[in-house]
């Protein structure tokens, strides 16, 4: 039977979680949303307070927490600021292919010493010629005796810039396509590894996201995760795992949208009443409502699925467009209840939409998404 | 005979504080004059006693609490309560200070007595006490009813006016102090130190804030609504429009942008009303606009009204709040 | 040292305040009952005196109904507190803070305790009667109000401030005392979350409830302001004359000032 109602544990970790939102990050959202400063300070708190490592289990320092308690988490962090929330989950994205593909060994030599102390970790992927076509990446890793040489450039990287780990991802053989792929673990602090600078971006401007070159740079073979040819699995079975809260950050900046229309429609008069006694305002109001709850609930939907052991490929594939959709909706929606008042840069709501414009794109643009959902939908069909 | 109320007073520099003025006066609405009875504690609580005769009380009773040895209330609370037992009170009345609220608990345990602190109404219906009191930081008001033999109440500073009557002739006696429990012979009051002077509270924590908007015209002018509120003891907040002026820094905005406060008075001078100038003021408790323009929006959020010239109405009103108290 | 701080759950801040059906109560319906204000002061000030002198255990302690006691229970474990005490009370029981302190006294005297910390009011009914009256019924100085609060360790002494109307006391006193804090050294702490997940297995020991009288205060109304309906205009021929008036209404029927 579904249990729709929290324990008193999840409850209690959700409240850790908001409280930090609106006390530490929210105050500071607008200030480094307008200066796109990185602050590092807020990160180092949420490191403190168990908010970063997440998905790392506790025997590594971790928060050890499954992937219902981190979409609570992820949601309640949004709602303060999503490009900070994009920041301090970029661990759970970096170090995800090593509690996947890594050796009993190797996680302990990683993930111990890392998750030990306040350090951040970035997920090189994505390169300058092609994000969903991941099976495509050129970053070559030629084998020379007991070690790798890494070349190539990766973009587009969270927290690139700050990172002292990266999870990179190469190709040995690049007439093999996705089977060639390996994944290595590679410390900043490697001959040739050099990370660009900021991107200047249209929202999560709290976050940072860069470049990351190699060259020539020498990677011993014991810390390949995986097989050669297993790179593109723990970078697809990562996403698996990563797409989720992706949809519950989504919710977050969706209800902090829907929150923040409704109080304004109370106080805002026109015609001589609140416009939230004018039915167009209270439709959408009403519609927001709706993209909220349903969000919320498919992405717990696809966190259920997963904690449960399901593969939850397809639930989190909907849930993450599902709530990216829903979130770009809601915050434009509130811009349009603050009439000329949601357009100016003062008020929170138009960072609501510049934000949630990235959960459309990033962890599997939504068309990728799309082609998911309808593959695993046709073959039930076929 | 009716049961008598006793009225537990403060002495500060040498004189009845006015709290307890207003205890008194209300003891007096509750209870028939004669059977109020004032009682002091502490260094000059002899001279002060004199000092109920202001308000009509005719009948008090002193200690030096123990000589040389401070009036803290848990310390009296032994001798409160043996005074009350003494001349068969059913209530008694203390200003609702550090002290008084100090003294409350205190006596309710030794007096076997039900209380309420922060009381702004009483009544006394059918045998019983009603009190009103704020709750919740004053977003809500809850009405008790006390139906106890003994009642002690500590009323809300200044929620009660200090009454005007006829000032009787005092007869004062001194009542024998009641040792509290022998751990209290170590506790030891080193120093008091006055309250600075100038500096007012905190806008955000603030029980009264004066702010000034546009209207002022002048960051000069400006100087009537800290006097103003000086008068008051007051903090000083502004709109927009001053912050954005540079009359007057940031710190000051009241606002959507600015800070949002919800003091007990909350005077605004020159300030249209702006809604993003309500959204952080309108849960004040009693709002007053002083504004010339008699459809600005602030007269329909305000309790008080004033339309008219700020640079009349303010400093008139900075000298009326300095006559009546004091400088 | 031993301190026990008590703990009492009150709605959060955050709360829309609804008035029950009866009238005479907060409708704590759908509310959210935390660890807040003052208490949370008070703990933090109990766990930085435990810091600072070795040795120290912290034991809170809480009287009130099931979930929500128990819940700022694990919230104090959870901050620190080596112990917690639960005296279950059924809800829509007394609400009269006398019979609290009355009860809290009766489960104090039976634990070891060199300092005894509370908020020095509560967030919902804002009485601030527990302090003195838990000192009144320990038998041990109490006092309100308080800041600053340190051992002297040299001289096995408690000091502290105070504010008052008149400026600020300074005090020393020897333990055991009573202390109603109106500010920690530090803004309280935030649990972390392992310590969060670890409080929810913490015992939490029971105590039953003893010491109170049958409350004779009951609550008879709870009101919210009522929404604005536009000022009251002050008639004037001269400005003095305004002021006049709006003086005397501010005195009498707003008493916002003497
Ligand atoms: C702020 C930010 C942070 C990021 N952080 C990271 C990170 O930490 N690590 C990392 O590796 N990457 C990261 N990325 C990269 C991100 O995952 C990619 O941008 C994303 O996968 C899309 O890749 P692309 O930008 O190359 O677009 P393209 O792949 O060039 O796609 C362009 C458009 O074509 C559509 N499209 C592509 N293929 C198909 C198809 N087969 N069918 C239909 N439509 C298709 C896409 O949906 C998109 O609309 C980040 C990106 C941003 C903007
Ligand atoms: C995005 C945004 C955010 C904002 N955030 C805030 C905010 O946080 N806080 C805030 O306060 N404002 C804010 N504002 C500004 C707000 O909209 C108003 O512009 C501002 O509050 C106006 O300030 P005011 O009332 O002092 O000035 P005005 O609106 O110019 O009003 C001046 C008033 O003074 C009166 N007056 C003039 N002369 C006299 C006199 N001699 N005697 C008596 N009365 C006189 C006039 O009748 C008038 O009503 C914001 C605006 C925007 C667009």
Excluded at chain 2, 296 to 317: E, K, S, T, W
Aim: charged share 25%; proline share 5%.
């Amino acid at each position: 039977m579904p249990e729709f109602s929290l324990t008193p544990d999840q409850e209690s970790l959700r409240d850790l979680a908001r409280k930090f939102a609106r006390t530490e990050m929210a105050p500071h959202a607008a200030e480094c949303d307008r200066t796109a400063r990185f602050p590092e300070e807020i990160y180092r708190k949420a490191y403190d307070l168990g908010l970063m490592n997440l998905n790392v289990p506790t025997e590594f320092g971790g928060s050890g927490l499954g992937l219902f308690e981190q979409c609570l988490i992820v949601e309640e962090l949004a709602y303060g600021c999503a490009g900070m929330t994009t920041s301090i989950i970029a661990n759970c994205l970096a170090l995800e292919p090593i509690l996947l593909g890594g050796s009993p060994e190797q996680r302990r030599r990683f993930l111990t010493p890392f998750c030990a102390s306040y350090q951040l970790a970035s997920f090189a992927l994505t390169e300058p010629s092609g994000g969903s076509d991941a099976g495509a990446i050129r970053t070559r890793a030629r084998r020379d005796g007991d070690a790798y040489v890494l070349e190539g450039e990766k973009c587009f990287i969270t927290n690139a810039p700050h990172a002292s780990l990266y999870t990179v991802f190469a190709t040995v053989d690049p007439e093999r396509k996705h089977k060639g792929i390996a994944a290595f673990v590679v410390p900043r602090s490697a001959k040739g590894v050099s990370p660009g600078k900021d991107e200047e971006k249209m929202g999560h401007r709290a976050s940072s996201t860069g470049t990351v070159r190699f060259e020539g740079v020498r990677v011993p073979a014991e810390d390949r995760l995986g097989e050669e040819g297993d790179g593109f699995s723990i970078a697809m079975r990562t996403l698996d795992q990563t797409r989720t809260p992706i949809g519950a950050l989504a919710t977050g900046i969706a209800q902090a949208a829907l929150d923040l229309a409704a109080a304004y429609s109370l106080k805002r008069e026109t015609f001589g009443k609140p416009i939230s006694e004018h039915q167009a305002i209270q439709i959408k109001l009403a519609n927001m409502a709706q993209a909220v709850h349903a969000a919320r609930l498919l992405t717990w939907h696809a966190a259920w699925t997963i904690d449960h052991g399901g593969k939850g490929t397809l639930e989190s594939s909907i849930a993450k467009c599902f709530a990216s959709d829903a979130a770009l909706d809601v915050a434009d929606e509130a811009i349009q209840t603050f009439g000329g008042y949601g357009y100016m840069k003062e008020y929170p709501v138009e960072k609501l939409l510049r934000d949630a414009k990235l959960t459309q794109i990033y962890e599997g643009a939504n068309e990728i998404q799309r082609t998911v959902i309808a593959r695993e939908l046709l073959r039930a069909y076929q | 005979m009716s049961r008598r109320t006793l009225v537990v007073g403060e002495v500060r520099q040498g004189h009845l504080a006015d709290v307890s003025l207003e205890a008194a006066g209300r003891a007096i609405e509750l209870t028939e004059p004669t059977a109020v009875v004032g009682f002091v504690a502490g260094s000059g609580a002899e001279a002060a006693a004199g000092e109920f005769a202001r308000v009509g009380i005719a009948d008090v009773r002193w200690t030096d609490a123990g000589s040389g040895s401070d009036a803290s209330a848990g310390r009296i609370a032994p001798t409160v309560a043996a005074l009350a037992r003494e001349i068969e009170a059913d209530l008694v009345i203390v200003g609702g200070t550090t002290f008084g609220r100090d003294l409350a608990g205190a006596l309710a345990i030794r007096w076997d007595a039900v209380s309420a602190t922060g009381v702004t109404d009483v009544r006394r219906e059918a045998g019983a006490i009603h009190v009103r009191r704020p709750v919740f930081g004053g977003r809500a008001t809850e009405t008790r009813r006390l139906a106890g033999p003994r009642v002690v109440l500590a009323l809300r500073p200044h929620a009660f006016a200090v009454p005007s009557v006829t000032p009787t002739t005092v007869r004062t006696s001194g009542f024998a102090f009641v040792e509290p429990a022998p751990s209290w012979r170590e506790a030891k009051l080193l120093a008091l130190e006055p309250a600075a002077a100038g500096g007012g509270p905190a806008l955000a924590d603030a029980s009264i804030v004066v702010s000034g908007g546009r209207g002022v015209r002048a960051p000069e002018n400006f100087r009537l609504v800290e006097e103003l509120a000086a008068s008051l003891g007051a903090a000083v907040g502004a709109s927009r429009a001053v912050t954005d002026a540079g009359w007057r820094p940031g710190t000051f905005q009241v606002g959507q942008t600015g800070k949002a406060v919800s003091p007990q008075l909350y005077i605004a001078v020159g300030i249209s009303g702006a809604i993003q100038h309500l959204v952080g003021m309108v849960s004040s408790r009693v709002i007053v606009a002083i504004n010339s323009d008699p459809s600005a929006p602030i007269f329909r959020v305000a309790d008080y009204g004033i339309v008219g010239d700020l640079f009349q109405i303010v400093p008139a009103l900075t000298a009326e709040i300095r006559r009546v108290r004091g400088p | 040292m031993e301190i026990v701080v008590c703990v009492k759950p009150v709605p959060e801040a955050e709360t829309r305040l609804r008035v029950a059906a009866d009238g005479a109560r907060l409708d704590a319906e759908g509310v959210k009952f935390v660890l807040a204000g003052y208490d949370e002061s008070a703990v933090e000030q109990a766990l930085l005196l435990k810091e600072a002198v070795a040795g120290s255990t912290v034991h809170a302690i809480a009287l009130g109904p099931a979930p929500r006691t128990e819940e700022v229970l694990r919230a104090a474990v959870a901050l620190g507190c080596d112990k917690a005490s639960w005296i279950e009370v059924p809800s829509g029981g007394s609400d009269d803070p006398l019979d609290a302190a009355r009860i809290l006294a009766a489960a104090i005297r039976g634990l070891p305790h060199d300092l005894v910390l509370c908020g020095k009011q509560a967030g919902d009914d804002e009485s601030g009667l527990v302090a003195g009256a838990l000192a009144e019924a320990l038998g041990v100085p109490g006092f309100g109000y308080v800041v600053d609060l340190r051992w002297d360790a040299a001289r096995s002494r408690f000091t502290f401030h105070r504010a008052v109307e008149s400026g600020q006391e300074s005090w020393e006193c020897p333990g055991p005392i009573v202390i109603g804090l109106q500010q920690a050294w530090n803004d309280p702490r935030t649990a972390k979350l392992p310590a969060i997940l670890k409080s929810r297995k913490a015992t939490i020991t029971k105590i039953a409830a003893s010491g109170a009288a049958a409350s004779v205060a009951t609550p008879e109304k709870f009101e919210l302001p009522a929404p604005r309906t536009g000022a009251k205009m002050i008639e004037y021929r001269t400005p003095q004359e305004a002021a006049e008036k709006l003086v005397r209404i501010l005195r009498e029927d707003a008493k916002v000032f003497p």
